[in-house]
């Protein structure tokens, strides 16, 4: 109880917190035209849902004995599959931000226009449309047995289980590593051919480069703290599927859901870090946060320098350039 009530509380306000945090900065106008940055608002904005929608009542049932979940059916079904809904979206958006940087940094000009924020806009409704109609099974096996809101047992409970594991656990670790590898080896391979001159033109290219490297950099990290984080609950599941039969006794059932509730904790954990990871990982990102709590929540003006034709502005002050 005291996990539930502190741990997770924990976890519940830092990642209401922080997925805000990362949409407001990831909305900001350097990263506004980036395919990249789209995918990650659209994965912290379904963050957000989870920890309202599914951690809430999971803290409310083991840290507060609210038991409304397992008494109410059609709470039941709807509470595990918004829980599905928005963990797959949020977690396939990760995995297609993957895919845009493979895109992003391959040679051949073709890939490279898959990587675009009009493409991104489509991608994520029909990711999000997919979602919603892949988890209408949970509304038809889940259940309400011996007071536990669970897949219903028989073949298509071990069914579910194990397609639960593979949706959760081992497809998407597959697909985040073989494109992270497939654009670290395009990041290497184009990192030969960057070269900087003095001319503006390629100091454009030079930004613009340096803001997809530390993007790269914040996803492969997200791709970190997934696999390591996300590994106990698909594990668990498997478990679980496979002694769903098997006659338990009280204190086996106590443990099991006591480590059940544990495997959400890491699993949480991972969305909760979302903005901690982008911060440390980008100069850009924390520069653009910096800003938007200097303008907007301090107030303070920020301090505009503009040069044209030898004549400078500073805060509404002309001076000329000698």
Known sequence: MTISQYALGIIWLIGNIGSILTCIVFSQSVFRKSACALYFIASSFSQLLAFNFALLYRMLQYGYNVNIINVELWFCKMRFYLFYVFIANSRYNIIIASIDRYFSSS?????????????????????AIFWCLMYIQVIVVYEINNNICQPQSGVYGIFFSIYITIDSGILPTFLMLIFGLLTAKNVRQSGKRIVPTIQNSTDQSVRISKKDIQLQKMLVNQIILFIFLNIPNPCYLVYHSFTINTIKSPARLT????????????????????????????????????????????????????????????NGLTHSIK
């Open 107 to 127: 040679r051949n000009a073709l890939r490279r226009q898959w990587s675009s924020s009009k493409i991104a806009l489509r991608v994520i409704i029909c990711n």
């Open 255 to 314: 443990i099991e859901a006591f480590i059940n509730n544990m495997t959400y904790v890491p699993l949480y954990l991972d969305y909760a870090l979302t903005f901690f990871n982008c911060a440390i990982s980008s100069k850009i990102f924390r520069r653009q946060f910096l800003n938007f709590i200097q303008t907007k929540i301090l107030r303070r003006p920020t301090r505009i320098v503009k040069k044209e034709r030898g004549i400078t502005t500073r």
